[in-house]
């Protein structure tokens, strides 16, 4: 359970920017985020406002103020993200590093898993071409090299090292959930390929996690787990979560969404060079959802009611093994 900061203490921590309204915006495991209207540069203006949770120390995916350096990085590029306006480190961990950032118009929407629609999200072709363009996005974010970013000292992680993680969490969930991991597990590490040209690596891109007007993504947002390493696991990540078959849950939007195919040929055209071995990074992101799935489950069957979305995903979780050792062949 994420601890949650007093709404009024947090406002009066942000009065040197004259933030009022402050209210809690949903989502978000491992930061806290909030809304409300500051004054910066003299501008009154919307903002949202990303804290580490209080009284745990801010590293990895809870290190915000990490997230907002690599927002000044990527502000002058042609990926589009929110503008940092403001930061302090805080006293950590009793108070929490916090940065405030522009808001951004838009709608953020998952049509695997958001059944509803509403506004624009009602026309399958503009959930389609918003796919697209997030796509583009994608591979305008992996056309940065990580070097002229300042980030040349930033470690890099490997091939192995991702398919190793998703094993450690397959050894700690019912086996009877993933039938069949180990051997993907092997198959994944007998035929890993030659590592890309290293790149910015968001860890989540899928459409959930960008912010769209119409057609156009006019953020990617939830930067919590950047990494520099290979771009294809991002590419395989997004196309996986993508494609209503993964999941096999109905979507009306599944006759009128882009393939896999398409979406790569898209990526592979912004980007402006060839994609290889694409089969094993959709083999291995089939192999990081089963994993992170099914400690999903696992934790939600350990509470007196479990989630119904995670035991309907769960049904799932065999399949995404079997489609990942299809891929490998």
Not at 171 to 195: I, N, S
């Amino acid at each position: 359970m994420t601890i949650e900061i007093d709404l009024s203490t947090l406002e009066s921590r942000l009065a040197v920017i004259g933030l009022t309204g402050l209210r809690r915006l949903s989502g978000g495991a491992s930061s806290l985020s909030y809304a409300g209207t500051a004054t910066v540069d003299g501008i009154s203006r919307a903002v949202v406002v990303k804290a580490a949770p209080p009284g745990l120390e801010p590293v990895r995916n809870r290190d915000v103020l990490r997230q907002a350096s690599l927002l000044h990085r990527l502000a002058a590029t042609a990926v589009p993200v929110p503008t940092v306006l403001w930061e302090d480190p805080g006293d950590p961990p009793e108070v929490p590093p916090v940065f405030v950032m522009s808001f951004v118009p838009g709608s953020s929407f998952e049509p695997l898993f958001d059944r509803d629609g509403g506004d624009d999200r009602d026309d399958p072709a503009v959930v389609a071409d918003r796919m697209l363009d997030a796509a583009r996005a994608l591979a305008a974010l992996h056309r940065l090299d990580p070097a002229a970013l300042g980030l040349a000292d930033e470690p890099r992680v490997g091939l192995t090292d991702e398919v190793r993680r998703w094993t450690r969490a397959l050894g700690t969930v019912d086996a009877t959930l993933v039938p069949g991991w180990e051997a993907v597990a092997k198959a994944l590490l007998a035929t890993e390929p030659a590592a890309a040209r290293p790149a910015v690596v968001h860890g989540d891109f899928r459409l959930g996690n960008l912010l769209a007007t119409g057609p156009a993504v006019t953020a990617v947002i939830d930067w919590e787990i950047w990494s520099v390493g290979d771009p294809r696991v991002d590419l395989g990540w997004f196309l996986i979560n993508a494609d209503p078959a993964t999941y096999r849950r109905r979507t009306r939007y599944a006759a009128a969404l882009p393939t896999p195919a398409d979406l790569a040929a898209a990526y592979a055209e912004h980007l402006g060079r060839d994609v290889p071995a694409l089969g094993w990074f959709q083999a291995l992101a089939c192999f990081k959802s089963a994993a992170t799935w099914s400690l999903i489950v696992k934790h939600s069957r350990r509470r007196p009611a479990p989630d119904p979305m995670a035991e309907e995903v769960a049904g799932a979780l065999p399949g995404l093994l079997t489609r990942a050792a299809d891929l490998l062949g």
